[in-house]
């Protein structure tokens, strides 16, 4: 069983059919690049003022955009499945939950 948050974004990027084959998987922990943005609220308070208004308004949107992911659901944002004859492009985005809890 899943449970409710996600915890992992999935991106998988399949190509097929030509030369030179591809297939990419990443997976990334949403925590890290959540701390990330946290951590860089520390270097935007060495910027002028008006550039740090900007900064933090940036890193605040970053960082609800991180939380959102995390507090929703896991689910599939994008897939992508094109075949032109032998050649095949298949690309996937999702974020994934944790099994047991």
Known sequence: MWTRKSWFLAIKVRLTGGKPRLRLGVWLALYV???????LEGLAAMLPRRARGYVN???AAVQEFLLMLMQSRPQTYVHVDIQDGAKRSW???K???RKGA
Do not use: F, R
């Open 33 to 39: 690049p959540y701390q990330w943005a946290l951590s």
């Open 57 to 59: 308004m940036a890193l």
């Open 91 to 93: 690309v996937e985005a």
């Open 95 to 97: 974020t994934l939950g």
